[in-house]
């Protein structure tokens, strides 16, 4: 019993100076660097998307947090309302640590706070218009950092539009284009007229968006009852219960739903290391949506919908925006196989979220427990491992097995699995369906015939058993070549 004390200690201790242990997690992708952009106080939805993101600053390096404008506040910003925030993650920050490692120091977060223009769109731009952000923006690229630089933009886009208006006007072309290079930019809709001009002016930057009216947007996803899913998580009732009462200072500053609950928070959600997105490749999916790069056609863009005012423009060259997925929900069985396909199919881009809404919000209420329970009483998340290379190549009926055997709990909760190909992540949009059940560490699939190569992508879900249920995954992207 003493030796096993000692060995807690030391845990706690690696935690508490952010340092990683084996013990408690493997070595992960590297950390995605992060600006956000926000119109803090417009709507309560952004101070909601504030609270889950200071919970998940460990897993992302946070460079710049912005207080901007929008469509809908065009002549205010509120940096005072993010210090409010961060000040209430300063007082949950030591007991977080007793989770995981690398979380920031609220003063380190409080010193990355900047303001925007207090002025709307591209009229708020221009020589001597620089502001903090904006400034942010710029020293953040220039930083020897060999990752890409993600703004996340919540609000409107102008401190970004700044941002590459006093680049343009002050570096060379060739400097102009390999910073550009590095900008990976997910913007919630248009809520100024920048981000039009920020893509036609700009037309290499990568740009996630859904433009035009706000009911045509994959972000719409997060937070919207569907008729015949189970929209328990998305409830009022489950917010109140799991992240806003008797959850500590963070839960309690998350506001109670006024038009939509966290509308902001797919534009960071692929961020976070969980074994199922990869950020540079929005056409993979994951818990903020899936996205395909093209020219979208203005019909497709709700252009009699809501904008807030926000003009819409026709797109001038392809951007990463609306895919559309078929999601078959699994359901729990009373008896038998463990879980079962239900009997409704969704084909929507906004089902490109729904699939995994359920265990993002568990996600998040474990999140929030962190903040105020001991480690031995909170859930943390399964680490899966798979029994093969995460590439494999086969031929045209083969039969290949696929295996998360070795996947383990670190509180010692027992596991559930779920395997699937994921169609639309790969070349190959055919379904492939297992050779048995789906919800074991092991499962078989047959190769389908093909005339040329091509990929196909399958995804494990690992659940545990705790409360709330946490799930992380492994992808597998598959080449089938023809016979």
């Known amino acids: 019993m003493e030796m096993r004390s000692w060995k807690s200690l030391a845990i706690v201790a690696a935690l508490m100076l952010g340092a990683p242990t084996a013990a408690l997690a493997a070595?992960?992708?590297?950390?995605?660097?992060?600006?956000?952009?926000?119109?803090?106080?417009?709507?309560?939805?952004?101070?909601?998307?504030?609270?889950?993101?200071?919970?998940?600053?460990?897993?992302?390096?946070?460079?710049?947090?912005?207080?901007?404008?929008?469509?809908?506040?065009?002549?205010?910003?509120?940096?005072?309302?993010?210090?409010?925030l961060v000040a209430a993650y300063g007082q949950v920050r030591p007991n977080l640590l007793l989770h995981a490692g690398g979380y920031p120091t609220a003063q380190a977060l409080d010193a990355v706070i900047r303001a925007g223009q207090p002025g709307y769109g591209l009229a708020a731009t221009g020589p001597g218009k620089d502001t903090e952000g904006s400034r942010a923006i710029i020293a953040a690229l220039d930083r020897p950092d060999p990752r890409p630089l993600w703004v996340s933009v919540w609000g409107g886009a102008?401190?970004?539009?700044?941002?590459?208006?006093?680049?343009?006007?002050?570096?060379?072309?060739?400097?102009?284009?390999?910073?550009?290079a590095k900008l990976r930019v997910y913007t919630i809709s248009d809520q100024d007229d920048a981000g039009a001009w920020i893509r036609r002016t700009y037309p290499s930057l990568f740009y996630i968006v859904s433009p035009g009216g706000y009911g045509a947007a994959t972000w719409g996803g997060m937070n919207q009852a569907v008729e015949g899913l189970d929209n328990t998580t998305v409830s009022n009732a489950w917010l109140a219960t799991n992240i806003q009462q008797g959850r500590g200072p963070l839960g309690a500053l998350y506001p109670d739903v006024a038009y939509g609950m966290e509308g902001d928070t797919p534009a960071f959600l692929n961020l976070i290391p969980t074994g199922l997105s990869d950020p540079e490749h929005p056409d993979w999916g994951g818990w903020g949506g899936r996205y395909?790069?093209?020219?979208?056609?203005?019909?497709?863009?709700?252009?009699?919908?809501?904008?807030?005012?926000?003009?819409?423009?026709p797109e001038t060259r392809p951007i990463w925006t609306n895919a559309v997925d078929a999601f078959t929900p699994h359901a729990a069985s009373a008896n038998g196989r463990a879980v079962r396909p239900s009997a409704r199919t969704f084909q929507d881009y906004r089902a490109t979220i729904w699939r995994w809404r359920d265990a993002?919000?568990?996600?998040?209420?474990?999140?929030?427990?962190?903040?105020?329970?001991?480690?031995?009483?909170?859930?943390?998340?399964?680490?899966v491992a798979l029994d093969h290379p995460d590439r494999l190549t086969v031929r045209a009926g083969e039969t290949f097995?696929?295996?998360?055997?070795?996947?383990?709990?670190?509180d010692g909760d027992s596991l559930s699995y779920l395997w699937a190909n994921y169609p639309e992540a790969g070349s190959l949009k055919t379904p492939i369906p297992p050779g048995g059940s789906d919800n074991i560490y092991r499962v078989h699939f047959t190769a389908p015939p093909v005339t040329r190569p091509e990929t196909a992508h399958f995804v494990v879900a690992v659940t545990d058993k705790g409360s709330p249920p946490l799930t992380r995954y492994r992808r597998v992207i598959v080449t089938i070549l023809p016979r």
């Open 27 to 84: 070595e992960g992708p590297a950390k995605a660097r992060l600006v956000v952009l926000s119109d803090i106080e417009n709507e309560p939805d952004d101070t909601q998307s504030f609270v889950r993101l200071l919970l998940y600053a460990n897993e992302i390096d946070l460079e710049a947090l912005v207080a901007t404008t929008s469509t809908h506040m065009r002549q205010e910003i509120h940096p005072e309302s993010i210090r409010r």
């Open 158 to 180: 102008n401190t970004l539009a700044q941002a590459l208006k006093t680049l343009s006007a002050t570096r060379s072309p060739a400097e102009v284009e390999r910073l550009v």
């Open 292 to 313: 395909e790069r093209y020219i979208p056609a203005m019909e497709a863009m709700d252009p009699k919908g809501f904008t807030g005012g926000v003009p819409i423009e």
């Open 360 to 383: 993002f919000q568990n996600d998040f209420a474990a999140r929030i427990g962190w903040s105020t329970l001991p480690r031995e009483k909170a859930n943390h998340p399964p680490i």
């Open 401 to 410: 097995t696929l295996s998360a055997r070795g996947s383990r709990d670190p």
